[in-house]
């Protein structure tokens, strides 16, 4: 299966580890599955300094997406419904 490719703008990754913080910047995230079998699902993120991948297990990737498409949802400010004014 080709991998699924997502161009990202001002995005960083951020590592802590140890008591240290790594940061770098990415520019793109892929996101692959390896065979049709219940094999984790890679998420890599590519930048300038190199690449970071984060395998899931299916369940786990598909709970996460859905929590942040739920909390982004969610966190979306309502907007104010005007009245329009009729030209009569």
Known sequence: MDDAIIQLRDTRIVIEHGGRT???RVHSAAVSIVDASRRPIHVRFEGPQG?????LPRTVAW????????TTIAARPRRKTTKRRSNL
Not at 51 to 55: A, C, D, G, K
Not at 63 to 70: E, G, N, P, S
């Open 63 to 70: 709970r996460l997406t859905a929590d942040v498409h739920d």
């Open 22 to 24: 790594i940061r770098f």
């Open 51 to 55: 690449e970071v991948m984060i395998e």
